[in-house]
């Protein structure tokens, strides 16, 4: 079963927000409505989370993403549609009950640190155990444990504004991880670091997925750290989702010409990988052949080729063969233009908006 699944989600501003759904079920555009006045903000989203994975949302500012992630937790109250987490439907929680699950099982953590510049990191980290009523030592040193794993140990008593915004950002991701909490809700939490940093909260976050094993959420506008960082990838547009797949479906396979003109400068090397360029296994391979698993991404695939001209023998995780790489099939996925690209299609931001 899944950890989240939200269902037929419309989030709309403005005045009679019911009736504005009903207009858009029955075909009104987003602009129809704005010029009544009212903003549809989400529009008929629905997906799922697996337990452990991470689902990426991304979309250009105003596309919904953020209002989104807010009605996850309840932050923001649904015009309509429903949200389950665990089996359990949040849209029909008390206020109560809505709080007490924020506190122990949904934890956000937001683009801008929001540290209390008066508290140290380890009471800063400790937060939302002492909102939750934990005794001072379990807190303390659940906050501790979380600092060490987002890689502050020995910062406990330093301030905030003896951290680089990097340092701050952890602090934030070990606040969310002291609590617990399942299942993670990060609203473009690295946007506001410089690239350098942000790859380094990107393998941050990885390598603490790969232990904790969390169900995270997590929003971008940013492609190359959704198709870096997720499992699965949505992208929004004006409010719906137009596009729900993994980075290699979105990479090889996008949905749409708006989708097609956003992949255009990402490096397929780095997202391809060698079980998804393969070819069904024919025959038997030379003695020098080398073996690679499914998952290598195909900008590895090239040290192999240097050794041998021979093709790649692809494993799966059980080091069953399923395939064969040659280095032409690895040379045309490199090169090769994805379907509903336009030649020239636009490489920034700017332009995709332009295209839409």
Do not use: C
């Amino acid at each position: 079963m899944s950890r989240l699944k939200a269902e037929h989600l419309y989030k709309v501003f403005g005045r009679r927000p019911e009736t504005a759904v009903r207009r858009l079920e029955d075909g009104a555009s987003r602009d129809e409505l704005r010029a009544d006045g009212t903003t549809a903000a989400v529009i008929d989203a629905s997906f799922e989370v697996e337990a452990g994975q991470i689902f990426v949302v991304m979309g250009l500012s105003g596309s919904g993403k953020s209002t989104l992630l807010r009605m996850l937790n309840g932050l923001l109250e649904p015009t309509a549609g429903s949200v389950r987490y665990d089996g359990r439907d949040l849209t029909a929680l008390s206020p109560r009950e809505l709080r007490e699950v924020r506190s122990r099982n949904i934890s956000m953590v937001f683009q801008h640190f929001a540290l209390f510049p008066h508290r140290s990191v380890l009471e800063n980290a400790a937060y939302g155990l002492e909102v939750r009523g934990v005794p001072r030592a379990e807190r303390e040193e659940r906050a501790a444990q979380a600092l060490e794993l987002a890689g502050l140990g020995g910062w406990e008593a330093s301030w905030p504004d003896e951290l680089s915004g990097g340092m701050q950002q952890r602090v934030g991701l070990a606040r969310a991880l002291a609590t617990d909490a399942d299942l993670l809700l990060m609203d473009e939490s690295f946007s506001a670091l410089d690239p350098l940093i942000r790859r380094d909260m990107q393998d941050q976050l990885l390598d603490l997925q790969k232990r904790l094993k969390k169900t995270i959420v997590f929003i971008t506008h940013d492609l190359n750290e959704a198709m870096r960082l997720g499992d699965r990838i949505a992208v929004m547009r004006d409010g719906r989702i137009v596009q729900n797949g993994t980075a290699e479906d979105i990479l090889v396979r996008p949905a749409n010409d708006y989708v097609a003109s956003f992949i255009q400068d990402v490096d397929r090397s780095r997202v391809l990988t060698a079980g998804s360029i393969m070819d069904e296994p024919a025959g038997e391979l030379p003695a020098d052949a080398v073996t690679v698993a499914a998952g290598t991404p195909v900008a590895d695939l090239f040290a192999p080729f240097a050794r041998s001209a021979a093709p790649l023998a692809v494993t799966d995780e059980h080091g069953a063969r399923t395939g064969v790489v040659t280095r032409e099939k690895l040379l045309a996925a490199l090169a090769e233009q994805p379907a509903g690209a336009a030649p020239g299609a636009a490489a920034n931001e700017e332009e995709v908006t332009a295209r839409a």
